[in-house]
Protein backbone atom coordinates (compact mmCIF):
# COMPACT_ATOMS: atom_id res chain seq x y z
CA UNK A 1 0.00 0.00 0.00
CA UNK A 2 1.37 3.55 -1.03
CA UNK A 3 2.60 6.23 1.97
CA UNK A 4 -0.32 7.54 3.14
CA UNK A 5 -0.36 11.56 4.13
CA UNK A 6 -2.16 12.57 7.25
CA UNK A 7 -4.28 15.61 7.00
CA UNK A 8 -3.12 18.76 8.32
CA UNK A 9 -4.31 19.68 11.49
CA UNK A 10 -6.94 22.30 11.69
CA UNK A 11 -7.35 22.36 15.84
CA UNK A 12 -3.86 23.85 17.37
CA UNK A 13 -3.63 22.88 21.34
CA UNK A 14 -1.53 24.20 23.79
CA UNK A 15 0.10 21.38 25.78
CA UNK A 16 -2.18 22.66 29.18
CA UNK A 17 -5.32 22.54 27.09
CA UNK A 18 -4.23 18.68 25.10
CA UNK A 19 -3.67 17.69 28.91
CA UNK A 20 -6.68 19.06 30.73
CA UNK A 21 -8.79 17.92 27.68
CA UNK A 22 -7.62 14.25 28.06
CA UNK A 23 -8.10 14.44 31.91
CA UNK A 24 -11.52 15.51 31.42
CA UNK A 25 -12.61 12.85 28.32
CA UNK A 26 -11.65 10.34 31.02
CA UNK A 27 -13.56 11.72 33.91
CA UNK A 28 -10.78 12.53 35.68
CA UNK A 29 -10.81 16.24 35.85
CA UNK A 30 -12.20 15.69 37.99
CA UNK A 31 -12.20 12.77 39.13
CA UNK A 32 -15.18 10.32 40.99
CA UNK A 33 -17.66 12.46 40.66
CA UNK A 34 -20.12 9.56 38.40
CA UNK A 35 -22.34 7.82 40.24
CA UNK A 36 -23.43 3.80 40.42
CA UNK A 37 -24.37 1.96 37.89
CA UNK A 38 -25.87 4.69 36.01
CA UNK A 39 -22.16 6.07 36.26
CA UNK A 40 -20.64 2.78 35.01
CA UNK A 41 -22.39 2.51 31.64
CA UNK A 42 -22.11 5.61 31.21
CA UNK A 43 -17.91 5.57 30.93
CA UNK A 44 -18.33 2.65 29.12
CA UNK A 45 -20.60 3.84 26.37
CA UNK A 46 -17.83 6.80 26.68
CA UNK A 47 -15.42 5.05 26.10
CA UNK A 48 -16.36 1.69 24.63
CA UNK A 49 -14.29 -0.23 26.49
CA UNK A 50 -12.06 -1.02 30.11
CA UNK A 51 -8.84 -3.54 29.66
CA UNK A 52 -9.99 -6.63 31.73
CA UNK A 53 -6.42 -8.16 33.81
CA UNK A 54 -6.90 -11.13 35.98
CA UNK A 55 -4.05 -9.97 38.20
CA UNK A 56 -5.36 -8.65 41.77
CA UNK A 57 -2.68 -6.80 43.99
CA UNK A 58 -5.38 -4.07 44.94
CA UNK A 59 -8.12 -4.92 42.41
CA UNK A 60 -8.63 -6.08 38.91
CA UNK A 61 -7.47 -3.40 36.22
CA UNK A 62 -11.04 -2.71 35.77
CA UNK A 63 -12.04 -2.15 39.30
CA UNK A 64 -9.01 0.18 39.76
CA UNK A 65 -10.45 2.15 36.59
CA UNK A 66 -13.78 2.59 37.98
CA UNK A 67 -12.66 3.81 41.67
CA UNK A 68 -10.92 6.45 39.72
CA UNK A 69 -13.96 7.78 38.10
CA UNK A 70 -16.86 6.16 40.62
CA UNK A 71 -18.50 7.96 43.83
CA UNK A 72 -17.84 5.32 46.34
CA UNK A 73 -17.32 2.02 43.88
CA UNK A 74 -17.20 -1.00 45.46
CA UNK A 75 -16.60 -4.18 43.33
CA UNK A 76 -20.03 -5.80 43.90
CA UNK A 77 -21.48 -2.75 41.19
CA UNK A 78 -19.23 -4.15 38.12
CA UNK A 79 -20.09 -7.87 38.64
CA UNK A 80 -23.60 -6.93 38.82
CA UNK A 81 -23.61 -5.47 35.61
CA UNK A 82 -21.62 -8.25 33.60
CA UNK A 83 -23.64 -10.87 35.84
CA UNK A 84 -26.63 -10.44 36.78
CA UNK A 85 -27.93 -7.18 34.98
CA UNK A 86 -25.98 -8.90 31.67
CA UNK A 87 -25.52 -4.99 30.94
CA UNK A 88 -21.71 -5.40 30.14
CA UNK A 89 -19.60 -8.23 29.07
CA UNK A 90 -16.62 -9.78 28.95
CA UNK A 91 -14.76 -9.78 25.62
CA UNK A 92 -12.41 -8.58 22.96
CA UNK A 93 -11.16 -4.69 21.53
CA UNK A 94 -8.09 -3.93 23.07
CA UNK A 95 -7.37 -7.54 24.30
CA UNK A 96 -9.77 -9.02 26.75
CA UNK A 97 -12.28 -6.15 27.40
CA UNK A 98 -14.99 -4.92 29.40
CA UNK A 99 -17.79 -3.57 26.77
CA UNK A 100 -21.83 -2.76 26.78
CA UNK A 101 -23.81 -5.85 25.76
CA UNK A 102 -25.80 -4.66 22.83
CA UNK A 103 -22.03 -3.82 21.20
CA UNK A 104 -21.60 -7.36 21.06
CA UNK A 105 -23.22 -7.75 17.57
CA UNK A 106 -20.12 -5.30 15.93
CA UNK A 107 -17.61 -7.65 17.03
CA UNK A 108 -19.11 -10.55 14.93
CA UNK A 109 -16.03 -10.84 12.44
CA UNK A 110 -13.55 -10.88 15.61
CA UNK A 111 -15.95 -14.01 17.00
CA UNK A 112 -15.82 -15.70 13.31
CA UNK A 113 -11.65 -14.98 13.15
CA UNK A 114 -11.46 -16.62 16.95
CA UNK A 115 -13.32 -19.70 15.84
CA UNK A 116 -11.14 -20.02 12.90
CA UNK A 117 -7.75 -19.19 14.67
CA UNK A 118 -8.50 -21.57 17.93
CA UNK A 119 -10.10 -24.19 15.90
CA UNK A 120 -6.99 -24.81 14.19
CA UNK A 121 -4.74 -23.98 17.05
CA UNK A 122 -7.08 -26.69 19.34
CA UNK A 123 -7.33 -29.26 16.45
CA UNK A 124 -7.27 -32.27 18.60
CA UNK A 125 -10.49 -30.76 20.87
CA UNK A 126 -12.69 -29.82 18.06
CA UNK A 127 -14.17 -32.93 18.55
CA UNK A 128 -15.67 -32.34 22.61
CA UNK A 129 -17.13 -29.37 21.72
CA UNK A 130 -20.95 -31.34 20.82
CA UNK A 131 -19.64 -33.27 24.15
CA UNK A 132 -19.50 -29.75 26.22
CA UNK A 133 -22.44 -27.72 24.78
CA UNK A 134 -23.83 -31.14 25.71
CA UNK A 135 -22.95 -31.33 28.95
CA UNK A 136 -23.76 -27.13 30.02
CA UNK A 137 -26.96 -28.18 28.28
CA UNK A 138 -28.34 -30.74 30.52
CA UNK A 139 -26.39 -29.46 33.57
CA UNK A 140 -26.54 -25.82 33.62
CA UNK A 141 -23.57 -23.35 34.00
CA UNK A 142 -20.32 -25.20 33.97
CA UNK A 143 -16.42 -24.37 34.47
CA UNK A 144 -13.80 -27.00 32.89
CA UNK A 145 -13.28 -28.61 36.15
CA UNK A 146 -16.61 -29.50 36.09
CA UNK A 147 -16.13 -31.66 32.93
CA UNK A 148 -14.44 -35.14 33.24
CA UNK A 149 -12.13 -35.99 31.04
CA UNK A 150 -8.52 -37.21 31.25
CA UNK A 151 -7.76 -35.65 27.11
CA UNK A 152 -4.80 -32.96 26.79
CA UNK A 153 -3.55 -30.89 24.40
CA UNK A 154 -0.62 -28.07 23.57
CA UNK A 155 -1.46 -25.21 25.16
CA UNK A 156 0.23 -21.70 26.08
CA UNK A 157 3.73 -20.71 27.08
CA UNK A 158 4.79 -24.80 25.93
CA UNK A 159 2.73 -26.18 28.56
CA UNK A 160 -0.65 -29.03 28.33
CA UNK A 161 -3.61 -27.78 28.45
CA UNK A 162 -6.59 -29.85 29.39
CA UNK A 163 -8.93 -30.76 26.33
CA UNK A 164 -12.08 -29.48 28.03
CA UNK A 165 -10.28 -26.08 28.29
CA UNK A 166 -9.40 -25.84 25.14
CA UNK A 167 -13.05 -26.67 23.55
CA UNK A 168 -14.15 -24.39 26.29
CA UNK A 169 -11.61 -21.80 24.57
CA UNK A 170 -13.20 -22.54 21.41
CA UNK A 171 -16.38 -22.08 22.75
CA UNK A 172 -16.06 -18.84 24.37
CA UNK A 173 -14.03 -17.01 21.76
CA UNK A 174 -16.61 -17.84 19.15
CA UNK A 175 -19.87 -16.79 21.13
CA UNK A 176 -21.51 -19.88 21.52
CA UNK A 177 -20.87 -19.38 25.24
CA UNK A 178 -20.78 -16.81 27.41
CA UNK A 179 -19.70 -16.08 31.31
CA UNK A 180 -22.00 -16.46 33.92
CA UNK A 181 -20.12 -16.02 36.48
CA UNK A 182 -16.44 -16.07 38.18
CA UNK A 183 -14.93 -17.72 41.22
CA UNK A 184 -12.14 -15.51 41.55
CA UNK A 185 -10.58 -15.96 37.84
CA UNK A 186 -12.15 -19.26 37.51
CA UNK A 187 -14.70 -19.04 34.39
CA UNK A 188 -18.11 -20.65 34.97
CA UNK A 189 -19.80 -20.71 31.41
CA UNK A 190 -22.99 -21.14 29.73
CA UNK A 191 -24.83 -21.31 26.63
CA UNK A 192 -25.35 -17.69 24.66
CA UNK A 193 -28.88 -18.58 24.55
CA UNK A 194 -29.65 -18.49 28.10
CA UNK A 195 -27.63 -15.62 28.81
CA UNK A 196 -28.87 -12.88 26.07
CA UNK A 197 -31.77 -11.79 24.09
CA UNK A 198 -32.43 -14.11 21.29
CA UNK A 199 -32.68 -10.35 19.12
CA UNK A 200 -29.47 -9.21 20.18
CA UNK A 201 -27.86 -13.10 19.16
CA UNK A 202 -29.12 -13.01 16.30
CA UNK A 203 -28.75 -9.04 15.44
CA UNK A 204 -27.40 -8.79 12.21
CA UNK A 205 -23.55 -7.05 11.99
CA UNK A 206 -24.33 -3.49 11.58
CA UNK A 207 -21.26 -2.95 9.37
CA UNK A 208 -21.84 -5.17 6.76
CA UNK A 209 -18.43 -4.79 5.01
CA UNK A 210 -15.05 -4.77 6.29
CA UNK A 211 -14.12 -1.33 5.20
CA UNK A 212 -17.60 -0.45 7.37
CA UNK A 213 -16.10 -2.45 10.64
CA UNK A 214 -12.70 -1.53 10.27
CA UNK A 215 -13.48 2.42 10.18
CA UNK A 216 -16.17 2.18 12.99
CA UNK A 217 -13.40 0.11 15.36
CA UNK A 218 -10.83 3.09 14.70
CA UNK A 219 -13.61 5.72 15.71
CA UNK A 220 -14.41 3.64 18.65
CA UNK A 221 -10.51 3.90 19.54
CA UNK A 222 -10.05 7.31 18.74
CA UNK A 223 -12.79 7.38 21.45
CA UNK A 224 -11.37 4.51 24.07
CA UNK A 225 -7.87 6.93 23.87
CA UNK A 226 -9.65 10.80 23.84
CA UNK A 227 -6.15 11.96 21.69
CA UNK A 228 -4.91 9.01 19.05
CA UNK A 229 -1.52 9.38 17.66
CA UNK A 230 -1.45 7.43 13.82
CA UNK A 231 1.90 5.73 15.11
CA UNK A 232 1.96 2.09 16.14
CA UNK A 233 1.83 1.01 19.48
CA UNK A 234 0.02 -1.52 21.32
CA UNK A 235 -3.37 1.27 21.77
CA UNK A 236 -4.05 0.04 18.04
CA UNK A 237 -4.49 -3.90 18.54
CA UNK A 238 -7.70 -5.94 17.83
CA UNK A 239 -8.67 -3.73 15.24
CA UNK A 240 -8.80 -6.49 12.01
CA UNK A 241 -7.09 -6.24 9.11
CA UNK A 242 -5.49 -2.56 9.99
CA UNK A 243 -2.07 -2.13 9.62
CA UNK A 244 0.26 1.27 9.81
CA UNK A 245 -0.66 3.13 6.09
CA UNK A 246 -4.16 1.27 5.94
CA UNK A 247 -4.64 2.67 9.79
CA UNK A 248 -3.27 6.23 8.41
CA UNK A 249 -5.93 6.10 5.29
CA UNK A 250 -9.05 5.22 7.59
CA UNK A 251 -8.18 8.23 9.87
CA UNK A 252 -7.88 10.29 6.99
CA UNK A 253 -11.16 8.98 5.74
CA UNK A 254 -12.81 9.50 9.02
CA UNK A 255 -11.41 13.39 9.30
CA UNK A 256 -12.98 13.59 5.53
CA UNK A 257 -16.10 12.18 6.52
CA UNK A 258 -15.86 15.36 9.87
CA UNK A 259 -16.00 11.95 12.38
CA UNK A 260 -12.83 12.57 13.40
CA UNK A 261 -10.50 16.04 13.86
CA UNK A 262 -6.92 16.27 13.09
CA UNK A 263 -4.91 18.15 16.21
CA UNK A 264 -1.76 19.83 16.71
CA UNK A 265 -0.07 20.53 19.61
CA UNK A 266 2.03 23.48 19.79
CA UNK A 267 4.91 21.70 21.95
CA UNK A 268 5.25 18.81 19.75
CA UNK A 269 5.97 19.99 16.35
CA UNK A 270 5.38 17.56 13.46
CA UNK A 271 3.01 15.43 14.89
CA UNK A 272 -0.60 14.98 14.35
CA UNK A 273 -3.04 13.62 16.77
CA UNK A 274 -6.93 13.22 16.18
CA UNK A 275 -10.11 13.35 18.38
CA UNK A 276 -13.65 12.56 17.92
CA UNK A 277 -15.54 15.92 16.63
CA UNK A 278 -18.60 14.78 19.20
CA UNK A 279 -15.45 15.41 22.02
CA UNK A 280 -14.75 18.80 20.63
CA UNK A 281 -17.51 20.21 23.29
CA UNK A 282 -15.58 18.83 25.84
CA UNK A 283 -12.48 20.50 24.08
CA UNK A 284 -14.46 23.91 24.17
CA UNK A 285 -15.62 23.40 28.10
CA UNK A 286 -11.89 22.95 29.07
CA UNK A 287 -10.65 26.07 27.10
CA UNK A 288 -13.27 28.36 28.28
CA UNK A 289 -14.55 27.00 31.28
CA UNK A 290 -13.35 27.75 34.94
CA UNK A 291 -11.03 24.63 35.93
CA UNK A 292 -12.69 22.41 38.37
CA UNK A 293 -10.81 22.10 42.41
CA UNK A 294 -8.00 19.86 42.10
CA UNK A 295 -8.31 16.77 43.38
CA UNK A 296 -6.58 13.84 43.52
CA UNK A 297 -6.89 9.57 42.15
CA UNK A 298 -5.26 6.19 41.81
CA UNK A 299 -4.65 4.89 38.25
CA UNK A 300 -4.72 1.67 37.25
CA UNK A 301 -1.67 0.52 34.74
CA UNK A 302 -3.86 -0.19 32.10
CA UNK A 303 -6.16 2.40 32.53
CA UNK A 304 -7.17 3.62 29.31
CA UNK A 305 -5.47 7.03 29.73
CA UNK A 306 -2.25 4.92 30.35
CA UNK A 307 -2.68 3.14 27.29
CA UNK A 308 -0.46 5.38 24.61
CA UNK A 309 2.40 5.73 27.70
CA UNK A 310 4.50 7.68 25.09
CA UNK A 311 1.64 10.57 24.58
CA UNK A 312 1.39 10.34 28.76
CA UNK A 313 5.28 10.85 28.75
CA UNK A 314 4.80 13.98 26.13
CA UNK A 315 2.05 15.84 27.61
CA UNK A 316 2.57 15.17 31.11
CA UNK A 317 6.08 14.10 31.49
CA UNK A 318 5.34 11.02 32.96
CA UNK A 319 7.51 8.10 32.33
CA UNK A 320 5.51 5.11 32.99
CA UNK A 321 6.47 1.30 32.21
CA UNK A 322 4.11 -1.19 33.50
CA UNK A 323 7.16 -3.89 34.76
CA UNK A 324 4.82 -6.92 35.93
CA UNK A 325 6.86 -8.82 33.42
CA UNK A 326 10.04 -7.82 34.62
CA UNK A 327 12.55 -9.80 36.01
CA UNK A 328 12.25 -8.31 39.97
CA UNK A 329 16.11 -7.27 39.77
CA UNK A 330 15.42 -5.05 36.94
CA UNK A 331 12.42 -3.00 37.61
CA UNK A 332 12.96 0.32 38.43
CA UNK A 333 9.98 0.68 41.00
CA UNK A 334 8.02 -2.79 41.36
CA UNK A 335 5.67 -5.20 40.87
CA UNK A 336 2.44 -3.26 40.68
CA UNK A 337 2.83 0.40 40.66
CA UNK A 338 0.16 2.66 40.40
CA UNK A 339 0.46 6.33 39.01
CA UNK A 340 -0.94 9.39 41.41
CA UNK A 341 -2.75 12.13 39.77
CA UNK A 342 -3.98 15.84 41.60
CA UNK A 343 -5.65 18.27 39.46
CA UNK A 344 -4.18 17.72 35.98
CA UNK A 345 -0.83 16.71 36.46
CA UNK A 346 1.07 13.11 37.24
CA UNK A 347 2.73 13.58 41.28
CA UNK A 348 3.64 10.56 42.19
CA UNK A 349 3.38 6.70 42.17
CA UNK A 350 3.30 4.08 44.63
CA UNK A 351 3.75 0.82 45.17
CA UNK A 352 1.18 -1.21 46.81
CA UNK A 353 0.18 -4.04 49.10
CA UNK A 354 -3.27 -5.58 50.50
CA UNK A 355 -3.92 -8.22 52.85
CA UNK A 356 -7.28 -10.06 52.19
CA UNK A 357 -7.62 -11.28 55.57
CA UNK A 358 -6.35 -8.52 57.82
CA UNK A 359 -7.64 -5.90 55.37
CA UNK A 360 -4.39 -4.19 55.48
CA UNK A 361 -3.72 -1.90 52.74
CA UNK A 362 0.47 -1.23 52.60
CA UNK A 363 2.13 1.53 50.81
CA UNK A 364 5.95 -0.40 50.25
CA UNK A 365 7.55 2.56 48.50
CA UNK A 366 6.19 5.75 46.86
CA UNK A 367 7.90 8.18 44.31
CA UNK A 368 7.27 11.62 44.25
CA UNK A 369 7.43 13.04 40.35
CA UNK A 370 10.30 15.39 39.98
CA UNK A 371 9.45 18.46 40.28
CA UNK A 372 6.34 18.33 42.41
CA UNK A 373 5.46 20.85 45.59
CA UNK A 374 3.97 19.32 47.41
CA UNK A 375 1.53 22.01 49.58
CA UNK A 376 -1.66 21.59 51.81
CA UNK A 377 -3.91 21.57 48.75
CA UNK A 378 -2.32 18.45 47.55
CA UNK A 379 -1.89 16.94 50.88
CA UNK A 380 -5.20 17.10 51.94
CA UNK A 381 -6.43 15.77 48.28
CA UNK A 382 -4.20 12.69 48.51
CA UNK A 383 -5.25 12.10 51.72
CA UNK A 384 -9.07 12.06 50.85
CA UNK A 385 -7.89 10.05 47.66
CA UNK A 386 -6.14 7.58 49.98
CA UNK A 387 -9.66 7.23 52.52
CA UNK A 388 -11.86 6.52 48.91
CA UNK A 389 -9.01 3.92 47.94
CA UNK A 390 -8.95 2.02 51.53
CA UNK A 391 -13.36 2.44 51.33
CA UNK A 392 -13.39 1.01 48.03
CA UNK A 393 -11.04 -1.84 48.77
CA UNK A 394 -12.65 -2.31 52.59
CA UNK A 395 -9.23 -1.68 54.16
CA UNK A 396 -9.84 -1.60 57.58
CA UNK A 397 -5.85 -0.01 58.10
CA UNK A 398 -2.95 1.38 56.14
CA UNK A 399 0.38 1.30 56.87
CA UNK A 400 3.81 2.36 55.35
CA UNK A 401 6.30 -0.17 54.07
CA UNK A 402 10.17 0.21 55.33
CA UNK A 403 11.08 2.19 52.12
CA UNK A 404 8.17 4.60 52.42
CA UNK A 405 8.82 5.41 55.77
CA UNK A 406 12.26 7.25 54.76
CA UNK A 407 10.56 9.55 52.12
CA UNK A 408 10.24 13.12 52.27
CA UNK A 409 6.62 14.43 52.36
CA UNK A 410 4.22 11.53 53.17
CA UNK A 411 3.56 12.67 57.08
CA UNK A 412 -0.14 13.00 55.95
CA UNK A 413 0.34 9.13 55.19
CA UNK A 414 1.84 8.79 58.95
CA UNK A 415 -1.46 10.30 60.27
CA UNK A 416 -3.80 8.14 58.54
CA UNK A 417 -1.30 5.08 59.12
CA UNK A 418 -1.15 2.50 61.59
CA UNK A 419 2.91 1.60 61.88
CA UNK A 420 4.01 -1.67 61.17
Same mark, same amino acid.
Given at each position: MQKIKLPPPTQMLSKADARRFLMAHHHLWPPRKLKGKPGIMALFKHLGCIQYDTIN !?????? $????? =?? @????????? #??????????????????????????PYFARHRAQMLEYYSQRFDGATHLLP? !?????? $????? =?? @????????? #???????TRMVSAALTILYESGAV???????????????????PKALL????????????????????????????????????????????????????????GKITAIGIESLPGETFFMRTADMETLAKVKTGKAPKSEAAILSPLDN???????????????????????????????????VIYGDRFVARFDPGFDKKTRQLTISDWWWQEGVEVDDAMIAALATCLRDFMEYLNAGEIRLG????????????????IEG
Open positions: !VVGRNA $DLTLQ =SR @INKYQVELL #DELLYKDRELVDGWDKMASIYPTTQRM !VLSEIE $DRGPL =SS @IDIKHDGKI #DGTWGENGIHHKVGTRRVFERSERLLNAADPNPTKQGYQAWHMLRRVGSMGLAHPGAGEFWLGILGVKSELRKQILTNLVESLMWNRKLVNWLFDFEYVWEVYKPAEKRNYGYYVLPKKAKGKKNLAWVRELA
